[in-house]
C-alpha cells in the first residue's frame, strides 16, 4: 500500500460520508438540483472557486505555460473576468429569473420548447465534453505522480459518481467546500516552500508566441464568456439564497482564482528552466518531484486530486440536471429514476476518458461550441427579458449561425480572427432576426 496517498483518500472517503449525509435531505428536484435555493455566500463562494479550480486549471495551464510561457495566464484570467462579472450584476439578474436551468430561460423567454431542447442538448454535450476532460486529467495525474495502477482511478472516479449520485447538489456543494479548503492550503504550501528554493524562471519560451495568437485569444476569451452560460454557474445562481449572495460570491471567487491563477503558471515555466521532458506527464508534478520533500509532494498530490475531483462533481449534475429537466413537459422525472441518469452520465463520461488525451483542448473545445451557438440569444433574453416573446426567428438564427460557425472554422481555420468568427455570426444572425421580425410587427401595424 502506498502510504502517500492516505490524504487523498481521506477527504475522499469524507466526501462519500457528506453525500451519504444529504441522500436523506434530497426528497424532490428542486433539493437534489437546486438545495431548495438556501446557499449563502460563503457556501456559494468556495463551491464556485471549487468548481473551476480543476484539471484544466492546475494541470492544463501549467502544461501550457510549459509550452508558451506567462501567455499560459489567459486561460485561469479567463475564469477570473467571467466570476467578476457574476459578481458585478449578471449573476444576481440570473438568480432573480428563478429557473431551474440555463436552457429554462429559452422557453420561458422565446416560447419555445424545442429550443429548449436544443439549448440543452448543446449544454450536455459542452459539459459531457469537459467532464470527460477532467477524467482523462485525473487519470494523467495518478500516472504522473506514480499512482498509475487502475483501480486507484476507478475507485477515486466511482466515489465521486456515487457521492454525488446520492446527496445531490447539497453534497457537491459542500465536498465542494471541504475540497477547497483543503486543496488551496495545499497548494500555497506547495508553492512557497518551492518559491524559496528553486531557481529562476526562463521567459525565452515567450518569445514564440504574439499576442494576438489564435489559441491565447481562445484561452482567454472561451472561459470567460462560457462562465455567463455553463450551466454548473448558472446552476449556482440559481440556488442562491438571494442576489446579493451571488453578487458577494461572484467577486470573492474571482478574487480566489486570481491570487492561485499564478502558481500553476510558475510552476509550467518552471518546468521548462528546469529541462523537464516532454511527455505526457504532468509539468506541476514534475517540478514537485524535483524541488520538495516526498511529504510534500503527496500533499501536492492530493490537492490536484481534489481540484479534479470537485470540477468532476460539478459537471456531473449539471449534465443530469440538464438532461432530467430539460427534455420533460413536466419536469417530473422521479428522483430515483434521476440519481439512476447522474450514475450513467459519471459511467460515460469513464468510458469517454479512455479515448481522449489532451486535456486542454478538449476542454475549449466544448467551451467553443455552447458560446457560438447559444450566448448570444441567451445574454439577450437575461437582459431584454419578456420583449424576446417576439423573437424567435432571432434566437433560431442566432443558434443556427454559430453552429455553422463553429463548424466553419474547424474545416477552414482562419488564424487570429477563428476564435470570433462563429461569436459575429452568431450575433449577426440574431441582429437580422431582430430586424425581420420588427418589419413584420410593422406590416401587421399597417394592415
Given amino acids: 500500500m502506498d502510504y502517500s496517498l492516505l490524504p487523498f483518500f481521506f477527504v475522499l472517503a469524507l466526501s462519500f460520508a457528506i453525500g451519504v449525509f444529504f441522500s436523506k435531505r434530497a426528497k424532490k428536484q428542486s433539493d437534489y438540483f437546486l438545495a431548495g435555493r438556501t446557499l449563502s455566500w460563503p457556501l456559494l463562494t468556495m463551491t464556485f472557486a471549487a468548481t473551476q479550480i480543476g484539471g484544466g486549471f492546475i494541470l492544463g495551464t501549467a502544461d501550457a505555460a510549459f509550452q508558451i510561457g506567462p501567455y499560459a495566464f489567459f486561460f485561469p484570467l479567463g475564469y477570473c473576468l467571467g466570476f467578476l462579472g457574476l459578481g458585478a450584476g ?8 428563478e429557473l431551474n436551468t440555463t436552457a429554462d430561460l429559452f422557453e420561458r423567454y422565446y416560447g419555445s420548447h424545442l429550443l429548449k ?3 440543452a442538448l448543446l449544454s450536455v454535450i459542452s459539459l459531457t465534453g469537459i467532464l470527460i476532460a477532467q477524467a482523462v486529467a485525473l487519470r494523467a495525474f495518478l500516472f504522473s505522480a506514480g499512482w498509475g495502477e487502475e483501480w486507484i482511478f476507478l475507485l477515486a472516479w466511482m466515489v465521486v459518481i456515487l457521492y454525488t449520485t446520492q ?12 475540497q477547497a ?17 528553486a531557481p529562476s524562471v526562463s521567459f525565452e519560451v515567450a518569445t514564440k508566441w504574439p499576442v494576438a495568437e489564435p489559441k491565447i485569444l481562445g484561452y482567454l476569451l472561451m472561459p470567460f464568456l462560457f462562465t455567463f452560460i455553463e450551466q454548473d454557474m448558472t446552476q449556482r445562481c440559481f440556488a442562491a439564497k438571494s442576489s446579493s449572495d451571488v453578487s458577494r460570491a461572484g467577486l470573492l471567487s ?3 482564482l486570481l491570487l492561485l491563477a499564478a502558481i500553476p503558471v510558475y510552476f509550467g515555466m518552471l518546468a521548462e528552466t528546469l529541462h523537464v521532458e516532454q511527455g505526457p506527464t504532468s509539468k506541476f508534478m514534475e517540478v514537485v518531484k524535483l524541488l520538495t520533500s516526498p511529504k510534500l509532494v503527496s500533499c501536492a498530490a492530493s490537492a490536484v486530486l481534489l481540484a479534479i475531483i470537485s470540477t468532476a462533481s460539478s459537471l456531473l449534475s449539471a449534465v443530469s440536471s440538464n438532461i432530467s429537466q430539460d427534455f420533460t413537459s413536466t419536469n417530473a422525472v422521479p428522483l430515483n429514476r434521476t440519481k439512476w441518469i447522474t450514475f450513467g452520465i459519471g459511467i460515460f463520461a469513464l468510458i469517454g476518458s479512455y479515448t481522449a488525451t489532451n486535456i486542454l483542448s478538449c476542454m475549449v473545445a466544448s467551451y467553443e461550441l455552447s458560446v457560438a451557438c447559444l450566448f448570444v440569444p441567451f445574454i439577450a433574453a437575461v437582459f431584454m427579458k419578456d420583449r424576446c416573446l417576439t423573437l424567435l426567428p432571432a434566437a433560431v438564427a442566432s443558434v443556427a449561425a454559430g453552429a455553422i460557425g463553429f463548424i466553419g472554422v474547424k474545416l477552414f481555420p482562419l488564424g487570429v480572427y477563428g476564435e470570433l468568427f462563429p461569436l459575429a455570426l452568431s450575433g449577426l444572425g440574431y441582429l437580422g432576426g431582430m430586424i425581420a421580425a420588427k418589419r413584420k410587427k410593422q406590416e401587421m401595424i399597417t394592415i
Avoid at 189 to 195: G, N, V, Y
Fill in 167 to 178: 446527496g445531490g447538489f447539497l453534497a457537491v456543494v459542500w465536498t465542494d467546500t471541504v
Fill in 117 to 119: 431542447k436544443g439549448a
Fill in 181 to 197: 479548503v483543503v486543496m488551496i492550503g495545499m497548494l500555497i504550501t506547495a508553492f512557497c516552500f518551492i518559491l524559496t528554493t
Fill in 90 to 97: 449578471f449573476g444576481a439578474k440570473l438568480r432573480s429569473l
Fill in 254 to 256: 474571482a478574487l480566489i
